[in-house]
C-alpha cells in the first residue's frame, strides 16, 4: 500500500523553527515532485512548497526566506524547514507526492498539526 507518512509537527512560538518529514513507503515516489501543502481553518488548502525529482523547488511567496524544501531520494522523504515561523503560519500541513507528469497518481499524506502560538 503506497503511503506518505508525515511528522514533526507541534506547537512552537512566534519566531521558531520546526522541521517536518515526509516518509514515502515506495521507490516510485523518487520520481514524483513533491511538495507542502497546508490548510488553515476556514480557508482553502494552498501549496507552501515544492520540489521537482531534480531538485528545482518553488515556494508561496508568504514562506520565501523562511521555509525549505529538501528531499532525500535515497530514504524516499521529503522535508520542510520552517524558521521563523508566524501566527499566520499555523495549520494542518500536508505532503503530497505527484506523479501526474509520469501518468500516475497524485497522494497525500494524512496531515500534521503546526500551531505558532505564545
Known amino acids: 500500500q503506497v503511503q506518505l507518512v508525515e511528522s514533526g509537527g507541534g506547537l512552537v512560538q512566534p519566531g521558531g523553527s520546526l522541521r517536518l518529514s515526509c516518509a514515502a513507503s515506495a521507490n516510485i515516489f523518487r520520481f514524483y515532485t513533491m511538495g507542502w501543502y497546508r490548510q488553515a481553518p476556514g480557508k482553502q488548502r494552498e501549496l507552501v512548497a515544492a520540489?521537482?525529482?531534480?531538485?528545482?523547488?518553488n515556494y508561496a511567496d508568504s514562506v520565501k526566506g523562511r521555509f525549505t524544501i529538501s528531499r532525500n531520494n535515497a530514504k524516499v522523504t521529503v522535508y520542510l524547514q520552517m524558521n521563523s515561523l508566524k501566527p499566520e503560519d499555523t495549520a494542518v500541513y500536508y505532503c503530497?507526492?505527484?506523479?501526474?507528469?509520469?501518468?500516475?497518481?497524485?497522494?497525500w499524506g494524512q496531515g500534521t498539526q503546526v500551531t505558532v502560538s505564545s
Open positions: 520540489i521537482t525529482r531534480g531538485g528545482s523547488t
Open positions: 503530497n507526492a505527484d506523479g501526474s507528469l509520469l501518468g500516475s497518481s497524485v497522494y
